[in-house]
């Protein structure tokens, strides 16, 4: 009897199911398999990696705290608006800026002594060089002195030696020297000027040399015609340029030409050097000095000298000509740069005129002649 066909159909259905089932089965354990292995392997390395390190959780432990006090500073800034106190806050402030300013004048003082304290040690600085400098410079003189006094020493002994040697001789007589007795000179009289200058004797004719200077002024301005404006008088600078250049030198001195104050032709005189007589000329009757004495009647002159530093001997030994010969004299001491200058007599005046002054008043007393000076001693 053949088996029916729907049986059949029905156990090959179910045959491959169940190869399906099993199938399907197979593939999950294995997926499972996998999967037990891979979270296995997962779990120990994130074991692995993530190990706990206690250094670590302290450090993290000491961060958290750090943001912990942090958030409590906040909590104490951050202050509802509700709960501030404008004048409590206002007061803090201004004891902030109070504080503030305080604090920028500190500042300031502190920055001025600090600069202050830098100038101080710049000084300080300059001041030590210059003292090292000093010492230095003092150490080289104090041996140079030493050297000066060594050599000074030889000399000595050498001078001592020299004087043991020399023989004695009797000392000159003493000069006698008259009580001076100042007095005006007699009236009349005129004055002989004697310059005593490089220790030499330098007698001056100056009556002479004004009227030189006068002729030579007077020539300037009419060879020029320099007097043709009489308004604007005589032109100071065209005067002075060809009175500067006059020369007239004598056998005693060198005369100079110039100009005072724009207006006044003055001339002076500098004694040519090694030129005056010296003193042994005075004694001498055929003297070049002798000869120009000679030429002065002294029943009308007095001598007037004018002594420099350097010539006190030789004034002492002249004064002594002219009172062993009854000749009146005076003296007046002067520095070593001063000069003997003069005017320029005849009414030379430069630039335009001068108003004339006026007349004294009617009953006026006319003024007392002053007191005639001392020019003799």
Request: charged residues 30%; aromatic residues 6%; proline residues 9%.
């Amino acid at each position: 009897m053949k088996p029916s066909r729907g049986n059949d159909e029905d156990d090959g259905g179910l045959d491959s199911l169940l190869d399906t089932m099993t199938n399907v089965v197979g593939i999950l354990v294995l997926v499972l398999i996998v999967t037990q292995m891979s979270v296995a392997e997962v779990v120990t390395r994130i074991t692995t990696e993530n190990k706990v390190d206690e250094e670590s959780v302290a450090e993290l432990n000491q961060q958290l705290e750090i943001e912990r006090t942090e958030l409590r500073d906040l909590e104490k800034i951050l202050v509802n608006p509700i709960d501030i106190d404008e004048e409590k806050l206002r007061q803090e402030l201004q004891l902030n800026k109070d504080l503030l300013a305080r604090k920028k004048e500190l500042l300031a003082e502190k920055k001025k002594e600090k600069n202050e304290f830098a100038i101080k040690i710049q000084k300080d600085e300059e001041l030590a060089k210059k003292n090292q400098k000093m010492v230095a410079d003092n150490e080289a003189k104090r041996k140079e002195l030493e050297t000066l006094i060594s050599n000074s020493l030889e000399k000595k002994a050498t001078l001592a030696a020299q004087l043991d040697k020399t023989p004695r001789v009797k000392a000159p007589a003493d000069i006698k020297i008259s009580i001076p007795n100042p007095r005006p000179a007699p009236p009349g009289s005129k004055q002989l000027m004697i310059i005593c200058s490089g220790n030499r004797i330098y007698p001056v004719d100056i009556e002479a040399f004004r009227k030189d200077a006068e002729l030579k002024a007077k020539t300037i301005v009419n060879r020029f015609n320099l007097n043709r404006d009489p308004a604007k008088g005589i032109d100071p600078e065209k005067f002075t340029q060809q009175y500067e250049k006059l020369k007239n030198p004598t056998d005693y001195f060198d005369v100079e030409y110039y100009v005072q104050g724009n207006r006044w032709p003055r001339f002076r005189l500098i004694p040519r050097e090694n030129r005056g007589a010296i003193g042994k000329e005075l004694v001498n009757p055929r003297s070049r000095l002798r000869r120009w004495f000679n030429g002065v009647d002294f029943t009308k002159y007095y001598a007037r000298f004018y002594v420099l530093p350097d010539s006190f001997d030789v004034y002492v030994l002249a004064r002594r000509f002219f009172s062993n010969n009854k000749i009146l004299a005076g003296w007046d001491p002067q520095t070593e740069n001063w000069t003997l200058t003069s005017h320029v007599p005849g009414g030379i005046e430069l630039g335009p005129p001068r108003p004339k002054p006026p007349p004294p008043p009617p009953g006026s007393k006319p003024p007392a002649k002053p007191k005639p000076p001392n020019l003799i001693d």
